[in-house]
């Protein structure tokens, strides 16, 4: 049984392109949250996805937006991408009857903005 | 506002003494604890969780917790530590109040001495 599983493994961009990051959730999870955590620093909640539709979102601007399809995978997407983006982008999933802390995190996208 | 303070940033300690990791939170409800371990160029792993009920929670590869409401801890300790417990260890916060996301402490790094 998969857990979860993100692309690519990393990647590097330059100031002011977008990216987009995905992530496919635990087989039987419903629900995709998405993380960023800064080097040196704890993860922070960036949103949540449940049934395609934004249910949370942390202190994180407009240029971080997602998307979460049918069949549950997700697409976290940053725009106008600032030195300041460079981190490890977690997703985790989980079930929503389940009360959404049974996470399951995957090993994450680094992103490195130069 | 929501915090967790994890006050060692580095920790060492020789294979076969005890550990303790600390963690104390700010929380405005009834907090559900977590901590998790990431080694390196991995995600998160849950070592145990605290819901409810006996304060003390048993989790994976021998670790412990225990939930003091009135010092607003939940500090990890492990009885001997192995070469394989390094790692960096996270201490996390939710609560249902606040939705379905975590606040995370900025982690503690553990170095495991031979």
């Known amino acids: 049984d998969a857990g979860v599983t993100q692309s690519p493994t990393h990647l590097i961009k330059t100031r002011g392109q977008q990216v987009t990051l995905r992530c496919s959730p635990k087989?039987?999870?419903?629900?995709v949250s998405w993380y960023q955590q800064a080097l040196g620093q704890g993860p922070q909640f960036i949103f949540q996805y449940y049934e395609e539709e934004e249910r949370q979102r942390g202190n994180f601007p407009d240029r971080f937006s997602g998307h979460q399809f049918p069949n549950y995978s997700s697409e976290l997407n940053v725009n106008a991408l600032l030195l300041g983006d460079s981190a490890l982008y977690l997703c985790?999933?989980?079930?929503?009857?389940?009360?959404?802390?049974?996470?399951?995190f995957g090993s994450g996208t680094r992103l490195t903005v130069v | 506002a929501q915090s967790v303070t994890q006050p060692d940033i580095h920790i060492t300690v020789s294979e076969g003494a005890s550990l303790e990791l600390r963690c104390n939170y700010s929380y405005g409800a009834t907090p559900y604890l977590f901590w998790y371990v990431q080694s390196p160029g991995q995600g998160l792993q849950l070592l145990l969780k605290?819901?409810?009920?006996?304060?003390l929670v048993q989790g994976i590869k021998g670790f412990e917790a225990e939930f003091k409401r009135s010092q607003s801890s939940f500090n990890l300790r492990k009885p001997s530590v192995h070469w394989s417990d390094a790692a960096e260890y996270f201490c996390a916060v939710g609560a249902i109040e606040y939705g379905n996301k975590l606040v995370f402490g900025a982690g503690t790094i553990l170095r495991v001495k031979s």
């Open positions: 985790a999933s989980s079930l929503a009857t389940g009360g959404n802390y049974g996470y399951t």
């Open positions: 087989s039987g999870h419903d629900t």
């Open positions: 605290y819901f409810s009920g006996d304060t």
